[in-house]
T-cell receptor
Framework: DQQVKQNSPSLSVQEGRISILNCDYT??????FLWYKKYPAEGPTFLIS?????DKNEDGRFTVFLNKSAKHLSLHIVPSQPGDSAVYFC??????????FGKGTTLSVSS | ETGVTQTPRHLVMGMTNKKSLKCEQH?????MYWYKQSAKKPLELMFV???????ENNSVPSRFSPECPNSSHLFLHLHTLQPEDSALYLC?????????????FGPGTRLTVL
């Protein structure tokens, strides 16, 4: 059974608008969450993370929100740019153990 | 070269072949990982090496055999694979594996088993 779920396989957004990528998890013991971005023919690259003791972390255009009671996190990209078009993976870890990844969401930003 | 490199980038092999995937990291990290990414599935962790010692084996079939001769190099030896083993194999490294450390990924090897 998947512990980290990204239920939307794809998302299309216009340039300049907000992109919201969602991730749900089932293991309440997860204490650290990450987002990775992957371009075709490249490996995933780390984007942003959040500890379970926080509910928000911001880095430039990227903000991750964590709702522990709902076991839900989201990645907001504002404003979206065509270069943001990629596959975004949500991942979670418990006490520094191996990362558990979601299946990914393909974001397409049109100009 | 910088970062994490993987060779070959693409590999086609028959079920009776023996081949090896190579990963090299130039980041001075102590932990290295092998992941498998199959179509429409999440990344699956296969093996973890920390300071050249294998610390995790995620119930991977014995037809996959990892080797870590030093902290900079990681191999995945393949033999008698099945068509369902066709996937993208990603290598990653991090400072350590005991606590969370950002993992840096290589570009992957696209493996096709005929």
């Amino acid at each position: 059974d998947q512990q980290v779920k990204q239920n939307s396989p794809s998302l299309s957004v216009q340039e300049g608008r907000i992109s919201i990528l969602n991730c749900d998890y089932t293991n309440s013991m997860f204490d650290y969450f990450l987002w990775y971005k992957k371009y075709p023919a490249e490996g995933p690259t780390f984007l942003i993370s959040i500890s379970s003791i926080k509910d928000k972390n911001e880095d430039g255009r990227f903000t991750v929100f964590l709702n522990k009671s709902a076991k839900h996190l989201s990645l907001h990209i504002v404003p979206s740019q065509p270069g943001d078009s990629a596959v975004y993976f949500c991942a979670a870890t418990q006490a520094g153990t191996a990362l558990i990844f979601g299946k990914g969401t393909t974001l397409s930003v049109s100009s | 070269e910088t970062g994490v490199t993987q060779t070959p980038r693409h590999l086609v092999m028959g079920m009776t072949n023996k081949k090896s995937l190579k990963c090299e990291q130039h980041l001075g990290h102590n932990a290295m990982y092998w992941y498998k990414q199959s179509a429409k599935k999440p990344l699956e962790l296969m093996f973890v090496y920390n300071f050249k010692e294998q610390t995790e084996n995620n119930s991977v079939p014995s037809r996959f055999s990892p080797e870590c001769p030093n902290s900079s190099h990681l191999f995945l030896h393949l033999h008698t694979l099945q068509p369902e083993d066709s996937a993208l194999y990603l290598c990653a490294s991090s400072h350590g594996s005991g606590t969370f450390d950002e993992q840096f990924f290589g570009p992957g090897t696209r493996l096709t088993v005929l």
